[in-house]
């Protein structure tokens, strides 16, 4: 076998050799690569959809707390807590059983008792919140700050709530959390139901608990469905007990999961494991759900079984489980080796036929070189070797000449050598002064520079590598203390002045020699990365990592290690430098950033942004769920397109001149949607300036207020409705006292009659007993009439919720119940033409105490006063007199629910004079404040009543609170009967 084969055989021999061995090692390193890399996968995998399973129910506790902030429901609420807090606890508690009682018994849906909380506005908002979401809710109920219910969609099984796990929960003692109550299998829904529990607040108080029953599968199962695929894996949804809540084609919660596997996971540091399942190698992971583990502000439990669910909660969270076929994820692996063996089978056998071509060349000219290395040897030594040729045989024959001539030359040449001496000392010079350039470009740069020695570190990570660790990354997970200890064998050589500005520190020394004092715990898990970066032969390495200074401020670092290479192309690692740049302000700027722009997405209100020239360069979600205009169509448009034609053009005008003067608009816009129908905005647009003051930008920022402006139409159009029927009540009213005047008149002439006609005594008598009657049913339907009246303005407050229309209502029923409350004395005295004031007064205060139930817990009254009995045309005006003095000192005389005493003293003088003192102890009124020259039009109209139509007198002053006193005359009206 010659030369050429002998090559050839070798070549293709050593190739199947490395090939196979290559596959093997390929193999082994691809095989613990992938399923590590799977394994972290998995986790990811499990982490991303228990997320977004976590945001799911989050977007359900938003939709319900949305709902639970309806002023239908506050003012229900509010109503029924009135209800109850004016009973004593016994009589709430026996109140609610009763009606509990009385729930259960009733099994007829329709029952008038049923329907008072299954068909009042109440519910019928919540049966149209329900129907808006079609399958996606059971049972939405609303109880109030007791337990008793207010409202439901449909009959429940008890009326009582407050006794129940999950309503305390939510109740918190008070501080009040969402609660979840994870009913399991419900028979009243037909599907798993997950209950959400939440509190209604007003102020720091919980008024009301509202629940809503979700069958929570639907969104769950469906995202799952969406996203399933071979590689993902099967997903589960369990509780932490291992029963399965979903699995697709199981019937939840017939099922539960291993619980080897299941104790396998729980009791990992990590999220995922390979185990054996049904002779199927399978990696499987689990993530638990965050907002069922209960954290805080969030409750999450149930019962095991109740009247209506199966297999409940007992303290178990949900997790999410992935099981991804082992077989499946090493596919990538077995397709690789085969390509990976034909390449190599290939090259191989082409090596094989080259080499024996090569051979076959390269022989004939080393014979050759034979002849004339003979022809050397005889001493010819003129003999050359005439190969042209660029390769090794060529630079053999080359150096062959050259011998040959050197043998010929046998001294050198001295110039030729001091030349060569001369040429190194100038390589010599220029290398010291780039020594020195870089020297002082290192010293003064403005970034923090490090030069460090790393060759203490990487012999030490190659001998962990003689010593077999090969995945560098587990060994470190594994080994912590590890990475500590390779941070000790860095060595500084030197740092620049921004490294000692960095530090905080005043030399070189302090850094060099305590360098690892800056590392913390998440400065070493990132020093980790790098090691790993280092073992695997990387030239080039960069991070976000922190450090802690000298004066223990911890500080946002981007780090860049940079290793340069020798004159030979090799790693020098004696000379690294290492650059670092303080991002600390930048990483609060971003985070600033990040959560402005999620304000602005989330944000309740209309939200766009123009040019100056007017063209929307953006809107929020909000914006297009408004106006029916998706991003992509508004966008670079004006926003004119909204313009409905319904305002003038002047309101426009003054808009853009105004905010181009820099200064903000506010106003109420009239627009029209996409789909054509109009829509009225409050709306606030302002300039944007950049640092030199000059507008960029304008920003509108506006809320709908269509349903405000529809309320206010039916309000203007109710008041004007009230206000004729109390212009048609006032003229009966009139009517029934012409009617009186014309009977007391008959009376006086039957009088007469008396003394002439004594043979009519009964029949007069007879007529002054009916007559009595008439008077008694008069006050009694002037007060019935005045009762209707305060009924109707009471319904309209309660539909607005204009703040100031509330309280002008309030006061206005305030003035018609002290007026109605004269006309019930009188008809329930035996005299019909006057009242003891004294009493009046006393129903009065707790007349008005009832419409301030809030503060009348920490306001009381003391009376000092003394039998008199006064006409009806005096008490009528004095008791609104009374009326605006004691309304002013609930609103005003004791802020933020300030104990206080109300005094009120009553005495009759010698000369038919009553004289009545109130007083307060109350923070009074500032010294500049003249009341009688303030516009209160209460106040004003009191003045009037005492001092012209009662000829009375009114005085004041402020002395420990706020002091009146009231004198007037009861002579200057005569009895009417």
């Known amino acids: 076998m010659n030369f050429a084969q002998n090559q050839s055989l070798k070549i293709f021999l050593t190739g199947l050799l490395i090939l196979t061995i290559a596959m093997v090692i390929v193999y082994k390193y691809s095989y613990s690569q992938t399923l590590t890399n799977e394994l972290h996968h998995t986790e990811f995998i499990v982490d991303e959809y228990s997320k977004r399973i976590n945001q799911i129910i989050l977007q359900k506790v938003n939709t319900i707390k949305t709902i639970a902030v309806s002023p239908t429901l506050i003012a229900a609420l509010n109503e029924s807590n009135n209800y109850y807090s004016l009973l004593s606890e016994q009589k709430r508690k026996t109140e609610i059983q009763s009606r509990d009682d009385k729930w259960q018994t009733i099994e007829d849906q329709n029952d008038p008792f049923i329907l008072k909380y299954t068909n009042n506005p109440v519910s019928k908002y919540l049966v149209n919140q329900q129907n808006n979401l079609e399958g996606e809710y059971g049972e939405i109920f609303l109880t109030n700050k007791y337990g008793s219910l207010v409202a439901s969609t449909a009959k429940l099984t008890t009326f009582a709530h407050g006794h129940k796990y999950w309503w305390k929960g939510a109740f918190n003692d008070g501080e009040g959390a969402v609660f979840f109550d994870d009913r399991g299998y419900d028979i009243s829904v037909g599907g798993y139901v997950l209950g959400v529990v939440v509190p209604i607040k007003s102020g720091n108080e919980i008024i009301g608990i509202l629940k809503a029953n979700l069958n929570i599968l639907g969104s769950i199962s469906e995202m799952i469905l969406k996203s399933q695929n071979e590689h993902l894996g099967k997903l589960k949804l369990i509780r932490s007990d291992g029963l399965v809540i979903y699995e697709e084609g199981v019937e939840p919660l017939s099922k539960r999961i291993s619980s080897e596997i299941l104790e396998k996971l729980h009791s990992s540091d990590k999220n995922s494991y390979i185990c054996l399942e049904k002779q199927n190698k399978m990696m499987v992971g689990i993530s638990e759900i965050r907002i069922t583990s209960g954290i805080e502000g969030y409750g999450f439990g149930g019962s095991f079984e109740s009247i209506d669910h199966i297999k409940g909660n007992t303290g178990e969270s949900w997790e999410i489980l992935s099981y991804r076929p082992i077989s499946i994820l090493i596919k990538p692996i077995h397709a690789t080796l085969a390509r990976l063996f034909i390449i190599g089978l290939f090259l191989s056998i082409v090596l094989a036929f080259i080499s024996l071509f090569i051979g076959k060349r390269a022989a004939n000219p080393i014979r050759n070189l034979i002849e004339q290395t003979d022809h050397i040897a005889a001493g010819d030594f003129n003999s050359k070797v005439t190969i042209k040729r660029k390769d090794e045989i060529g630079l053999l024959a080359a150096s062959f000449n050259k011998m040959a001539e050197n043998l010929k030359n046998s001294t050198t040449s001295i110039d ?3 030349a060569e001496i001369h040429e190194r000392k100038q390589i010599e010079e220029s290398l010291k002064e780039s020594q020195k350039r870089f020297q002082q470009l290192f010293e003064y740069s403005p970034v923090p520079l490090f030069e460090e020695d790393y060759t203490s570190l990487i012999t030490y990570i190659n001998q962990l590598k003689d010593e077999g660790i090969k995945d560098f990354r587990k060994y470190f997970d594994e080994n912590p203390s590890e990475v500590e200890l390779c941070s000790h064998k860095i060595k500084i050589l030197n740092v620049n002045k921004q490294a000692l500005i960095l530090n905080n520190v005043d030399s070189k020394n302090e850094i060099i020699e305590n360098i690892s004092n800056t590392f913390i715990e998440t400065t070493l898990e990132k020093f980790k990365d790098e090691l790993v970066g280092l073992a695997e032969g990387k030239s080039e390495y960069e991070s976000e990592t922190e450090i802690i200074t000298k004066n223990a401020e911890t500080k946002q670092i981007f780090l860049k290690l940079k290793i340069h290479k020798d004159e030979k192309g090799n790693l020098d690692y004696s000379r690294c430098l290492v650059a670092l740049l303080d991002i600390t302000e930048q990483k609060k700027v971003d985070a600033e950033v990040r959560k402005l722009s999620i304000a602005v997405q989330q944000s309740p209100s209309v939200i766009a942004i123009t040019d100056i020239g007017g063209k929307l360069e953006y809107v929020n979600p909000k914006f297009t769920e408004l106006t029916g205009y998706s991003v992509e169509e508004v966008i670079g448009l004006n926003p004119r397109i909204l313009k409905s034609g319904e305002l003038p053009k002047e309101i426009y005008k003054e808009l853009w001149k105004t905010i181009s003067s820099g200064e903000i608009w506010r106003g109420e816009f009239h627009n029209k949607k996409k789909n054509g129908d109009l829509f009225w905005e409050a709306a606030s647009i302002s300039p944007i300036t950049n640092k030199d003051g000059k507008i960029i930008n ?99 407050s309660r539909r ?58 920490y306001i009381s009254f003391k009376y000092d006063m003394q039998k008199i009995f006064v006409l009806i045309d005096t008490v009528m005006p004095l008791g609104l007199v009374l009326n605006e003095l004691i309304t002013n000192v609930f609103k005003h005389a004791f802020p933020k629910n300030s104990k206080g005493e109300i005094c009120i003293e009553m005495k009759l003088d010698s000369d038919n ?50 002091k009146w006193h009231i004198k007037l005359n009861d002579t200057i009206n005569s009895k009417r009967v």
Do not use: C, W
């Not at 008959?746 to 009088?751: A, D, I, N, S, V």
């Not at 119940?817 to 006309?823: D, G, P, Q, R, Y």
């Not at 004294?838 to 301030?852: A, F, K, P, Q």
């Not at 020259?933 to 000829?951: D, P, R, V």
């Open 416 to 418: 030729k050598l001091n």
């Open 913 to 962: 004079t009553i004289n009545i003192h109130l007083s307060d102890n109350g923070v009074g009124i500032p010294d500049n404040l003249d009341l009688r020259q303030t516009k209160s039009m209460g106040l004003q109209t009191m003045y009037s009543l005492i001092e012209h139509q009662l000829q009375g007198s009114v005085e004041y002053k402020v002395e420990n609170g706020l």
């Open 698 to 796: 304008y920003i509108k920022m506006a809320e709908d207020i269509t349903d405000r402006k529809i309320r206010e139409k039916e309000l203007q159009d109710t008041t004007i409705q009230l206000k004729k029927q109390f212009e048609k009540s006032e003229k009966q009213r009139i009517a029934n006292l012409v009617i009186l005047n014309d009977l007391t008149k008959t009376t006086k002439k039957l009088r007469s009659q008396i003394i002439e006609r004594i043979k009519a005594e009964d029949q007069v008598k007879r007529d002054l007993e009916e007559k009595k009657t008439l008077l008694q049913e008069l006050y009694h339907r002037t007060k019935n009439n005045m009762q209707v009246i305060s009924s109707m303005l009471k319904i309209q």
């Open 800 to 857: 607005s919720d204009n703040e100031f229309l509330q309280t002008s209502f309030n006061e206005i029923i305030g003035k018609i119940n002290t007026m109605s409350l004269v006309h019930q004395k009188l008809y329930q005295a035996k005299d019909l033409s006057r009242i003891d004031l004294s009493d009046y007064i006393h129903d009065l205060t707790h007349l008005i105490t009832r419409g301030y139930s809030l503060q009348a817990k």
